[in-house]
Each structure stands twice: as structure tokens, then as C-alpha cells.
């Protein structure tokens, strides 16, 4: 609603003479105003300032005044941030004024946090939008703790270690991957949207971890591949891996045909080592997908006897070659499908792995209230033996 000061009596100066008249009534319109939300990087050390933006809607013909002041939502003054207040003044024939918020820095991990900044009751401007949200963004990497879990070993009885991925280094290896990015859904009706860089995709530890995140009002996830870099055809994969959890939670360790671009899918072949829907986080499923008269699929899963798979670390495997596919967990085979047909020609083609952990879709379901972030997929190492 618009507020508005009635005049009753205008005064007009004519020299030293005061006239005085009556008339009809007339409307001022108040300026709205509104502050912008800002997030940035805290930094390591010190102090980083946050700029802020106090914002008419309209040029302002007379000088105005509006007060601000700091609130904690997920920050907490004195700690992440300097309690700040004041009152923004926004000059005639201008549009905005700024202050600044000043964020500690540090190098401990942590979620990302947030902090509000309120304007205050105003007689000169109408407070269209009175909050705007300072985000505060974490830089520090995740640390990984811990290594409890069942482990497979280098050597395969059979086969050659031709390929293997420990994430040794401190950032991603892009000669061998790539970042997908994007928020269209992916074919699922997906909420998150994958970002390559650090808040989603951290090396630590000799461990690659891929975080799903809540933030700016959606989240935010990470989707690796190795396509055009690396890929396979038959052979023993392992993958040790811890899962995240909770509805609406979808990791997946998977493949896909290296001829996606030019037969698309599923003619080129669809090979899930890992899919996992967080509200049952103690089962793993593996699955293929192909082209039979249309989209065919086929799969299993198996569930540990105890606790969750985000509990400790387990191995998801395959052994692929050219009569069958057979999925194991922690050396145990749960499943198998039979491919010496020709409807299973996909499957004796090279393929590229997939990592992601996606947030909602037609088969996990949607978070809900019990749903925490952030998550994360924790990955060792990936082996192939040939």
C-alpha cells in the first residue's frame, strides 16, 4: 500500500509576503524503497566487507532517510559477522545509497550462513521490501574423517589394473573429467542445478566429495563426467563410496554409452553401478537401460543388514563383458542380467562414467521437512580392471 501526507494548507512566499490558501487536497507520494541481498566469499583472514544497496523504485525529488539494522538468521553477530546499524541517506535526484557489513573471515569449514538486514520505519519513503539477506559462503574445504568401510584391493585375480582415480590431488583433474552444469531438470524433474567449483565438488584427504547443497532458495549440486576423456568397454569397476541421505536425496555412480550424441538415449546404453533413493538409504540398486521397441530397463538392488550406506564407506562393483553384467556389493553379487542377445548390442561399446548426487526427481520424491543439507557422496577411488 501506498502511503501518502495529505496537504490541507499550502504556504506560498511571495517576497516577504506570506499567502496563505485553501484548496483542494493534495497526494505526496512516498519513493519505495527496497535493499538488495548480497553473498560473497568470507575469506581466510580479516575482515570482508559486504556492500549493500538501499534502492528507490523512482528518482527521489527530496532527500531520504531510511534506518537499517543487522539481524541473525543462520550467522551470528560478534562471530560470523559485525552487528551493524544506521540510517542510508539517498539525496535528491538520485535512486540508491550503499552501506557495508563487515564478515569475519576463517578457515574452518562450515555450511554456508546467512544474516538479514531490516529497514526501518521511514517517513520519507514507503518500505516496499524491508529484507534483504546477506549470504555468507563458506571457502574452507570439507575434510573427510575417517576411512572405516570395507576396501578392495589393487590386484583382481585375472585382471590388469588399467585405470584408477584416488583423488589424491586438491582439485578436480580435468584431463580425465569434466563438470556438467546446468538446472533444466535433466529429463527427471530434477530441482538442483549443477555448478562446477569448489562449493560443490572438493578434494580432501585423498577423497573426492560432491555436496548437495540448499541455498539462494534451491540447490545447488555437482554432476561429473569423464566423457571424450576416459572410457571403457568390459572389465571389473569398483568404486568405494559413502552415500548421502534423505528424501529427496538421488546419488548414482553410473555410465553411459560413449555414441550418446550421435544414437542418444537409451540407444546408447545405460549402465547404473550405483542409484540410491535417499528415503532408503541401507539399498543400492543397479540397472541398465537400452533401446528395445523404445525405452527398456532392467535391474536389481540389495540392502545392507545394518544401519545405512551413508554410515561407512562400501564398495559398488561391476564385472561386465560380453554374455553378462553382474553387480556386486562389498565383493557380494546381488544381481545379474544375461546380455549375449543382440537387443544388448549397446553394451559391447566403450563407455564414460557419471558421479552425481541430484536433489528430487520423479523417483526420489521431493525433500520434505526431515530433509538436512548439506549432503554428500564421499568417493575413494575408482578402478577399472581389465
Known sequence: MTNTLKVIFGLFIIGSIFITSCGEDESIILPSAYVEDNNRLEGNVGTTDFTFKIKLVETATEMVTIGYETQD????????????????????????????????GDEDYEDDETFKIKLLNTTTADISNSD???????EDSFTPIGNDGYETPLIQPGY??????????????????????????WGNNELQNYQAGINNTILNNGKLVIEAREENGGYTSARLTTQGKKSFKYGRIDIRAKLPFGQGIWPALWMLGDNINTASWPACGEIDIMEMVGSDPATTHGTLHWEQNGHNYQGGGTSISSGILADEFHVYTIIWDANEIKWLLNDVAFYSINTSSTAFSAFDNNFF??????????????PDATTTFPQRMIVDYIRVFQ
Open 160 to 185: 590388469t589394473l588399467t585405470w584408477q582415480e584416488e583423488f589424491d590431488g586438491t582439485s578436480l583433474n580435468t584431463g580425465d573429467w569434466n563438470y556438467e552444469t546446468g538446472d533444466h531438470g
Open 132 to 138: 534483504g539477506i546477506g549470504t555468507i559462503r563458506n
Open 353 to 366: 562414467f557419471i558421479m552425481n548426487v541430484a536433489v528430487g526427481g520423479n523417483w526420489p520424491g521431493y
Open 73 to 104: 538468521v543462520t550467522a551470528t553477530a560478534g562471530e560470523d559477522y559485525e552487528a551493524t546499524s544506521g540510517t542510508a541517506i539517498i539525496i535528491a535526484g538520485s535512486r540508491e545509497t550503499t552501506f557495508t557489513v563487515k564478515v569475519f
